[in-house]
Nanobody, 128 residues
């Protein structure tokens, strides 16, 4: 069974940095796509960044470009999220999403239904 585990959340001050990590396991090959979503209270879950196999560049939401950076370790079943210059608006539960197969369509990188499996989330809280 596929497992998705996030770590690295916590509290930080505005202007600071956090690094989130995600690891997927239980499948015969690495995911075809991985993404980070976030959901703030009383808001919809939104995609913030994604990485697709075979694509030269990650995808980012406009609101996080220049501040969020995704990377992958050598195992190719991970997706790290480096968050710099934290803003109060970044406060949310952050979820790692994992996709296998043809559902990983690049145009839909920020759609929840693109991904097959989800982690339980890790909380990011930004204070002034």
């Amino acid at each position: 069974q596929v497992q998705v585990v996030e770590s690295g959340g916590g509290s930080a001050q505005a202007g600071g940095s956090l690094r989130l990590s995600c690891a997927a396991s239980g499948y015969s090959h690495p995911p075809n796509c991985m993404a980070w979503f976030r959901q703030a209270p009383e808001k919809e879950r939104e995609g913030v960044a994604a990485l697709y196999i075979g694509q030269p560049n990650p995808y980012y939401a406009d609101s996080v470009k220049g501040r969020f950076t995704v990377s992958q370790d050598s195992a190719k079943n991970t997706l790290n999220l480096q968050i710099d210059n934290l803003k109060l608006e970044d406060t949310a539960m952050y979820y790692c999403a994992v996709g296998y197969g043809i559902a990983c369509r690049e145009d839909d990188w920020d759609r929840r239904w693109t991904y097959n499996y989800w982690g339980q989330g890790t909380q990011v809280t930004v204070s002034s």
